[in-house]
């Protein structure tokens, strides 16, 4: 009660928005996710360690490629991927170095054996430096590809609260890596289904060639790609 009679107005407790609408989110999802399942080096290695290797280590040997991307994501929220965009010398250091790793990775499968067949379930300790390796490959792929960082760089910031530009970032983020290993777990899948189709043998070789044909000629196709101006 206030000295004059009057009641005191009670203290008013504001409830903060949500750092994204529901309609924005549901707009979010199905174009992230087709960014997430388009056909790149990436995504091709998960086809080709899935038809190699199986489904569980193809999708173990992703979380290198998680790792690379939530690095980007960070990077493009602090705003540095703005100035990679910005730096000629910087966007070039990193897609030149990609290419390289794509084009040396491509030798790699033209010349890779055909894998034994060997049964999904199979699995030990002796597999543990070859998951490292695997996800060192997919790391070295994704980290490689400033194209990433610029997707980053200018998709999410349609979709960003400025009210709560960390949260909602954060929110999109999380998002991202979620749908990814979704589309991880598909293409590994793809993989593993080729390999059940092809039984080992020529038909493996040809597709160990094919996937470093299509991987030497995503480096050639970075090679050509030129910083937004």
Known sequence: MRRDGRAQNPRVFRVPAPTMTLAAYLLFLPACFAINMAFGPNNLLSVTNGARYGIGPAV???????????????????????????????????KWAGVAYLVWLGIKLLRAPAPPMASE???????????????????????????????????FPQFVVADAYALSYLQLGVTFLVLEVVAIALYALLGARVRRLA?????????????????????LLLATVRRPT
Do not use: C
């Open 60 to 94: 173990a040997a992703a979380g290198g490629r998680l790792v690379a991307f939530a690095i980007m994501i960070v990077i493009a929220g602090v705003g540095m991927g703005a100035l990679l965009a910005a730096s000629a010398l910087a966007f070039s250091v990193v």
């Open 121 to 155: 379930d199979a699995g030990g300790a002796h597999d543990v430096p070859a998951l490292r390796a695997l996800a060192r490959q997919e790391f070295g792929v994704a980290i490689g590809n400033p194209k990433a960082i610029l997707v980053f760089t200018a998709f």
């Open 199 to 219: 039984r080992g043998g020529p038909a493996m070789r040809w597709f160990n060639r094919a996937s470093g044909a299509m991987m030497i000629g995503f480096g």
